[in-house]
């Protein structure tokens, strides 16, 4: 969508059970894209809509990579913007721990809208702990692919995955409010660190129905990016920045501005990305 021939592409991606057309504010940031002379890319992987109950953020980020590589090679594609929604902040988190240098030195824009905890509001439900216990035992003794009760999940759902987003320090356990500060750091240092040129915006929502009522949504925000900015030296500006919607729900639909706010921070920022 947008500037096909541009050379700077935008990459949606969305949460759980999500596919094409993943948030409210979809639309919204298509016409800014165009606006600011970038593409919107809204890819299908193999963890769309379902599929993501017997993946990885591995597998994702492998075909991110092979999409950025496809986009460079046959559309013209030069600089990068991820735009992750609830999971989709797991993949672009991961992404930049793991993915190819060159392809992480292509992005200028990485915008975490709803960076919420899957652990702790899995940890209200009922049979939380005894699903964990399974899914620990299940890969113990080597079938990490078999699928988890469908008591334990709305979705099919391998023990690897299950553990991957519900145990403590699982691979997807990048946002929990219950980490300290050095084990937020831990997770999330490698954001900012060594970057030349990125900016990442950290966008959370005051009314996040999937994070918690215990939680301080404000507090958290400000941890995630101070653990982001953590590995930066003394003269070094941060790479990450606070968004914090005061009135906004998981994906920012019910607030008549709320995707608006989110999407026009983005759109400043992918304007002011130098080549």
């Not at 035992?137 to 692919?145: F, S």
């Not at 299950?162 to 300290?180: I, N, V």
């Not at 709320?258 to 130098?274: M, N, P, Q, Y």
């Amino acid at each position: 969508q947008g500037s096909g021939l541009s050379d700077k592409k935008c990459i949606l991606l969305g949460g759980l059970s999500d596919g094409l057309l993943p948030v409210p504010y979809t639309q919204l940031l298509a016409d800014s894209c165009h606006e600011a002379s970038w593409s919107l890319v809204q890819p299908v992987i193999s963890s769309s809509y379902l599929g993501f109950g017997h993946g990885s953020l591995e597998r994702d980020c492998r075909e991110i990579e092979e999409l950025m590589r496809y986009l460079i090679d046959h559309r013209n594609a030069d600089s990068f913007c991820l735009v992750g929604h609830s999971t989709g902040c797991q993949d672009a988190v991961y992404f930049l721990r793991h993915a190819a240098p060159d392809l992480c030195n292509r992005l200028k824009v990485v915008a975490l809208q709803a960076p919420a905890s899957d652990r702790e509001g899995a940890a209200l439900e009922e049979g939380y702990a005894e699903n964990v216990q399974l899914s620990q035992e299940l890969i113990q003794n080597g079938k990490a692919e078999e699928m988890m009760p469908r008591s334990a999940f709305w979705a099919p759902i391998t023990a690897q995955r299950y553990a991957d987003l519900h145990e403590r320090g699982g691979t997807d356990d990048f946002f929990s409010s219950d980490y300290s500060d050095d084990e937020l750091s831990e997770r999330l240092q490698h954001v900012g660190k060594d970057r030349k040129g990125l900016k990442v915006l950290v966008a959370f929502s005051g009314s996040d129905e999937f994070v918690p009522a215990h939680v301080d949504k404000r507090l958290l925000t400000d941890r995630l990016v101070k653990a982001m900015n953590s590995a930066r030296g003394d003269d070094e500006a941060p790479v990450a920045e606070a968004l914090y919607i005061e009135s906004g729900n998981h994906n920012l639909s019910e607030g008549e501005k709320d995707g608006k706010i989110f999407v026009d921070r983005v759109s400043e920022l992918i304007k002011t990305t130098a080549k």
